[in-house]
C-alpha cells in the first residue's frame, strides 16, 4: 500500500521511517510514564491482556476502514503494544522464575508458541481465501452476523420461545 501511494523511493522511507519513530516516542512515554502505573493498579495480568485487546480494536479498525493511514496506525498499534505493554509484562512473570527455567520457557514461547501462531494464521488465510473469503470487510460484516445470531438465538432460549432459526448461506465471491 505505501508502494501504490508513494512513487518515489525517499517517500517510501520516509513513511516508514516516519512509523518507526513514532513507535519510539510513543513506547518510551509508555515505559517511563504508564506502564509501572498500570501493573501496580491493575496487575500483570491487565499488561498482558491489554495487547489482545489493543489489537483486536486496531484489526476492527483497519477491517472497516483500509487506507494508507489505517494501516500505517495499526502498525503503530501493534508495535507499540508489543515493545511497550507485552514484553514487559511477559518479563515481569520470569521475575519469580529460576534461570534455568526462565531460559528454557523464554525460547518455548518465542519459538514454538509465536511461529505457531505465524503458522496457523497464514494457514487460515489459505483456507478462507479459495473460499471467497479474501475481504477483511465481508469476513467482519460475516462475523459480527453470526455472533448477532448466536446471541439472538440465546436469547430466545432463555425466554422459552421455541423458534429456529436458520443461517444465512454465503456464496463464495467469484
Not at 503458522?119 to 467482519?140: C, D, F, H, K
Amino acid at each position: 500500500m505505501i508502494a501504490r501511494s508513494y512513487a518515489a523511493v525517499a517517500s517510501r522511507a520516509q513513511a516508514i521511517a516516519d512509523i518507526d519513530l513514532v513507535v519510539n516516542i510513543c513506547t518510551a512515554a509508555i515505559l517511563f510514564l504508564g506502564l509501572g502505573r498500570i501493573v501496580q493498579r491493575f496487575g500483570v495480568i491487565a499488561g498482558l491482556v491489554l495487547n489482545p485487546l489493543l489489537m483486536v480494536v486496531a484489526f476492527l479498525a483497519t477491517a472497516f476502514s483500509p487506507t494508507l493511514f489505517m494501516i500505517q496506525a495499526l502498525q503503530v498499534v501493534r508495535r507499540v503494544a508489543q515493545y511497550a505493554i507485552a514484553r514487559p509484562s511477559r518479563e515481569i512473570c520470569f521475575t519469580v522464575v529460576d534461570q534455568s527455567s526462565r531460559y528454557k520457557a523464554k525460547n518455548v514461547i518465542d519459538t514454538v508458541v509465536y511461529r505457531f501462531g505465524d503458522v496457523s494464521s497464514a494457514w487460515v488465510q489459505a483456507g478462507l481465501r479459495p473460499m471467497g473469503y479474501a475481504s477483511s470487510r465481508r469476513n467482519v460484516r460475516c462475523t459480527f452476523r453470526i455472533c448477532k445470531r448466536n446471541l439472538d438465538f440465546d436469547a430466545v432460549r432463555e425466554a422459552g420461545v421455541d423458534r429456529s432459526f436458520h443461517l444465512p448461506v454465503f456464496t463464495p465471491a467469484t
